[in-house]
């Protein structure tokens, strides 16, 4: 069975900078699309990058130009950098293998994201 573990997240002020991990067990890492989504508080959860195998990327408008996804499939370890952070960008991030826009796996556990001053 397929396991996500997300890493990275902490507080940072506004303009800052965090740089998210997503490790993922089993061989589904490979050849599916990766995705991070987030969380805010009383809110539904949203995308917020794809990856597919092959490397090509989108992002919602709310985060493109200061957000960048990336992957590693020697190490099934999918990452999202996140640049410029906003108070708004405040939730807790998930990873998922997903097809199209679906989550394909369990959610893991999540890493939270505070941006504060």
């Known amino acids: 069975q397929v396991q996500l573990v997300e890493s990275g997240g902490g507080l940072v002020q506004p303009g800052g900078s965090l740089r998210l991990t997503c490790a993922a067990s089993?061989?589904?890492?490979?050849?599916?699309?990766m995705a991070w989504y987030r969380q805010a508080p009383g809110k539904e959860r949203e995308l917020v990058a794809v990856i597919t195998s092959i490397g090509s990327t989108n992002y919602a408008d709310s985060v493109k130009g200061r957000f960048t996804i990336s992957r590693d499939n020697a190490k099934n370890t999918a990452y999202l950098q996140m640049n410029s952070l906003k108070n708004e960008d405040t939730a807790v991030y998930y990873c998922n293998a997903v097809h199209g826009s679906l989550p394909l796996v369990a959610w893991g556990q999540g890493t939270l994201v505070t941006v504060s001053s």
């Open positions: 089993g061989s589904i890492f490979s050849i599916r699309s």
